[in-house]
């Protein structure tokens, strides 16, 4: 029995061995483990003032930007050409301008080698020259929508060098070969008439679909404030004209005004107009189209 019994508790050893040992020595390394990272993790956190520290008494450096790659990623935002188009009726409308001129220059292929925009608003400022200059200042007076911001910069989709003339000046864009944008101010004499103009020379000739075009500033001219006719030109010979004449207004007083959900605004009144809008062609009978104009006057 004895000797049974010495062998029963042999085996049991010998089991334990093979089989739970392994078990016992991985949780072993688990909790050094553990432990380990436990200490390391406690000495980053202590040294990461120290660190800061040692790096502000190191060598300074500057974070570059590739400011082509950036232009061309906020070109992402503008894939229609007349987007562009809009945008810079758009700056136009902000000057206070009535009237706007698209002037384009076409080969013998009839694709478009240059536009040139224009409208008759007030001359650049001192301040404009210089927000102009810098991509996204925008403009921070409530009473626009946001002269030469971003929106601006969406002309690169089209020109590799675009020219702003204004008052006298003329503003060139340039690229240097860091990739970074130069600016280049000249003069020029003023134009009486169509006071502001950007000059577009395209990077390539490309055909442009006068008919959407037309459609297109259709539709813009009827949600601009001040800008009431857009004029397309053809090597200096006028093909389209696009204009908007407001008829009398009427203006209803809500019995209960509107709230805004969170309370922000109310509407105590809607206001009404008749818009006439007019294409004219060159060779073709005018076109008109009645619309009602209804605006809510948040208070």
């Known amino acids: 029995r004895r000797r049974r019994t010495r062998a029963r508790i042999s085996n049991c050893v010998l089991i334990y ?13 688990f909790v050094a483990r553990k432990c380990a990272c436990g200490v390391a993790e406690r000495a980053m956190a202590m040294s990461a003032a120290a660190l800061r520290a040692s790096a502000l008494k190191g060598t300074r ?3 570059t930007v590739n400011q082509r790659a ?6 992402a935002r503008y894939s229609s050409d007349y987007v562009v188009i809009r945008e810079l009726v758009q700056n136009a409308d902000d000057a206070g301008a009535t009237r706007v001129r698209l ?3 076409v080969d013998g292929d009839s694709r478009v080698t240059a536009l040139t ?12 020259w210089s927000r102009v200059a810098e991509i996204a200042s925008g ?3 409530e009473d626009t929508v946001g002269m030469f911001g971003v929106g601006f910069y969406s002309v690169f989709a089209m020109s590799d060098a675009p020219i702003i003339k204004s008052g006298g000046r003329h503003l060139l864009f340039t690229w240097s070969e860091d990739n970074t944008l130069a600016t280049h101010l000249g003069h020029s004499d003023p134009d009486a008439d169509l006071r502001t103009s950007v000059v577009l020379e395209m990077r390539e000739p490309r055909a442009w679909d006068m008919r959407k075009l037309r459609s297109f500033l259709a539709r813009a001219v009827c949600f601009t404030r001040g800008v009431t006719r857009v004029d397309i030109t053809r090597n200096g010979k006028g093909t389209v004209a696009v204009s908007r004449v407001v008829g009398g207004g009427t203006t209803t007083r809500l019995a209960h005004a509107i709230q805004s959900p969170d309370g ?8 009404s107009a008749e818009l006439t ?4 062609e060159a060779g073709a009978p005018p076109t008109e189209v009645r619309l009602r104009h209804v605006e809510a006057v948040a208070a």
């Open 17 to 29: 061995l093979q089989y739970l040992l392994p078990y016992a020595s991985r949780g072993a390394r």
């Open 264 to 271: 922000f605004f109310s509407v105590p009144e809607l206001r």
């Open 103 to 105: 002037a384009f220059d």
């Open 70 to 75: 950036l232009v061309d990623k906020m070109l």
């Open 139 to 141: 403009n921070p007076s």
């Open 277 to 280: 809008m007019r294409v004219e």
């Open 117 to 128: 925009i224009s409208n008759d608003g007030r001359d650049f400022t001192e301040e404009d």
């Open 61 to 63: 450096g500057a974070v």
